[in-house]
């Protein structure tokens, strides 16, 4: 009997209408669309604007989205993971209010945070899962209201953050496709550089936390780029290393959208070409646990079954690590 990996069989996401351009912000904030551009590559990124809708909203939308262009029946998936930063409210499980709207009533499921490092901690996870021969069907989810968290008149955070929310469906493959290898790592120096201070049981809510603007996303931009830089290169080459791949073995690096600056650093350590760096970040900015799935999504035609692709994340706590996958099937 062949051994049994996990690979992606379906992917789909959901953006929001509503695009909020840099020269937007340039009315809202001290920064201009040349600075933006350079040091983070981001033109425009979208938000949510509808205050009566929460990241399962994004959520809902990009599964739907994987229903709809598979054709798979809901009812038949095993396990929903949510991997968010931004859930819709605490103690309830957002996963679990997902997989119910979308039809998935055999499912059980959770949340998984992990900050930008969600998706990739999930795709784990989900292989786990569907190599142990207990599920066939995983469904992981990725997706963040960044704009709820996001305080707009602090420039050295606003630019960078966008809404958005993507899926892929893992299946078990008997072909050697789908995760190959995995290296995750985390360091808990990360909590004083990349946080929100109020809201947890550290520092509950109060008038004062919310007068003061505790609520919204504080990064130390220069010490989490550095961090960033060297471990997601780090571990990307290390992947290849352990793998005996080659950069003319790789067929597509797919980093997470934080920064070009350091999807750049990646791919040179791993001495890859332009050509096989994925890159959407222009469009839709840092959507922290939604980049890799809507990187999936976006270029989804381009993959052929047996491309090797490295994925590379590194988000806060700190969190990071990356995943060697080969992919399975032509779209």
Known sequence: MSKITAAITAVGA????????????????????EWITTRTGIKERRILKDPDKGTSYLGIKAAEDLISKSGIDPSEIDMVIMATATPDLPVASTAA???????????FSYDLQAACSSFLYGMST???YVASGKYKKVLLIGADKMSSIID???????????DGGGAALFEPNEEGL??????????GIGRDFLRIEAGG??????????AN?????????????KFAVSNMADVSERIMQRNNLSHDDVSWLVAHQANKRIIDATARRMQLDDSKVLMNIQRYGNTTSATLPLLLNDFEKQFKKGDNLIFAAFGGGFTW???????????
């Open 178 to 187: 789908g995760l190959q290898d995995e290296y995750l790592r985390s360091d």
């Open 213 to 225: 603007n505790r609520h919204f996303v504080y990064q130390d931009g220069k010490t989490v780029f």
């Open 321 to 331: 690590g990356s995943i060697y996958l080969k992919w399975a099937y032509n779209a």
């Open 201 to 210: 049981s550290l520092m509950p809510p109060t008038a004062e936390t919310v």
């Open 152 to 162: 707009y008149t602090d420039r050295t955070t606003c630019i960078i953050f966008g």
């Open 14 to 33: 959901y953006v929001p209408e509503y695009v909020l351009t840099n020269e937007i912000l340039e009315t809202m904030v001290e920064t201009n669309d």
């Open 97 to 107: 209010y997902v997989a119910t709207q979308i039809g998935a009533t055999n499912a």
């Open 126 to 128: 989900a292989s786990a």
